[in-house]
């Protein structure tokens, strides 16, 4: 089964993806998560991503998809995975679609998480960052036992860079733009299902479970 987590940015995709991993066995194909560790790391493709992300931008698509073909050839995802933060444009979904009709497979199922830009605003901006071990913390809804710090390694908390009020409303603007009309783009394969991500993150669970059988 391969999945695709589509939404906004802040709409809950990442947070979701670590839990059907689980439950399913699946991998997590983050782009995310790839992209924060090149940046970590200095390597060429982490500095030239910085500095895209900083402003709110999408990557290039030549270095997602290059990233994305090579973690798909990795063991865990032969039984199957989910793409958390791709594809983020059509044309990036239709070289997705062209590297697994190689290897005989294909999108099994699209899940839009729904969610108004106020309610994101909001979320993006209280989050906070581990900043060694990247667990994720809000102001309001997720406070660490001790303000600043984090529960699991005891390092500092920080907000990113792309989580700043003004690179939040970029990103939106961005999303609206690029990755919106995927959504016509997989109702009109007839993969589509969408979810109310403003639910409690239990119930978003529960639809998202429903939705992949």
């Known amino acids: 089964m391969i999945v695709v987590l589509l939404g906004p940015p802040g709409s809950g995709k990442g ?13 997590h194909v983050s782009t995310g ?8 790391s200095g390597s060429d493709l982490g500095v030239q991503a910085k500095k895209f992300i900083d402003q709110g931008m ?54 839009l998480f729904d969610i108004a830009d106020e309610s994101l605003v909001k979320r993006l901006s209280g989050r906070r960052t581990c900043s060694q071990c990247s667990a994720m913390y809000h102001i309001e809804a997720v406070q660490p036992r001790r303000e600043g710090i984090c529960d699991q390694c005891g390092s500092a908390l920080v907000q990113r ?20 009309p995927l959504i016509k783009f997989y109702r009109d394969q007839a993969k589509l299902v969408t979810l109310d991500a403003a639910k409690a993150a239990d119930e978003v669970n529960r639809s998202l479970t429903r939705a992949l059988g």
């Open 15 to 27: 947070t979701q993806a670590k839990k059907i991993v689980v439950e399913k066995g699946w991998a």
């Open 33 to 40: 998560d790839m992209l924060r560790a090149a940046i970590k």
């Open 58 to 111: 999408l990557v290039p698509d030549g270095l997602v998809v290059s990233l994305i073909g090579e973690r798909m050839k990795e063991e865990d995802c032969q039984r199957g995975f989910v793409l958390d933060g791709f594809p983020r444009n059509v044309a990036q979904a239709v070289v997705l679609d062209q590297m697994l009709k190689v290897v005989g497979q294909g999108v099994g199922q699209v899940v």
């Open 161 to 180: 860079s792309d989580d700043q009020s003004e690179v939040i409303l970029n990103r939106l603007k961005v999303y609206h733009q690029q990755t919106e």
